[in-house]
C-alpha cells in the first residue's frame, strides 16, 4: 500500500485479496492496529455495495471502549492503520478503534505479543 489512491483503483476483487493478505500478517510490536467489525468484514467480503465501515456492533454506545465479552476473529479482526485508512479514505464511516501491539511478559518469559486498546 504504497501510494493513497492504490486501493481505490483495485476492482473488489482485488480488494478483498488484500484485506485478507492483510488480515493474516504477523503482529509487529510497536506497530498502531484499527478493528474491524467482522459483520462489515463480511459484508465487503460479500461485495456489498455503498459499505460504510460500521464498527458500531462492537463498541459501547459513546466512543471507542469495545463493548463487554468482545473476542478477536470472533467479533472483531485487525488491521494497520494505514490499511485502515486507505479503507476509511473510499468507504468512509467507523468509528476508528486503534490498538498498540505490545509484548505479554510473564515473569521474565515473553509469551505473546498482545494487543492493547489505546485511549484516545
Known amino acids: ?29 510497536g506497530q498502531r ?24 456492533s462492537i463498541v459501547e454506545t459513546r466512543g471507542e471502549r469495545l463493548k463487554p465479552n468482545m473476542k478477536e476473529n470472533v467479533d472483531f479482526q485487525s488491521v494497520s492503520e494505514q490499511f485502515y485508512e486507505q479503507l476509511k479514505e473510499q468507504f468512509g464511516g467507523g468509528p476508528k478503534i486503534t490498538r498498540l501491539i505490545q509484548k505479554l511478559l510473564i515473569g521474565r518469559d515473553i509469551c505473546k505479543l498482545k494487543r492493547v486498546i489505546l485511549c484516545m
Open 1 to 29: 500500500m504504497s501510494t493513497k489512491n492504490f486501493f481505490k483503483s483495485l476492482s473488489r476483487e482485488e480488494q478483498v485479496i488484500e484485506l485478507d493478505k492483510e488480515l493474516a500478517k504477523d503482529l509487529i510490536q
Open 33 to 56: 492496529m484499527c478493528l474491524l467489525s467482522l459483520d462489515w468484514i463480511e459484508q465487503f467480503r460479500s461485495g456489498e455495495k455503498d459499505i460504510t465501515i460500521d464498527n458500531s
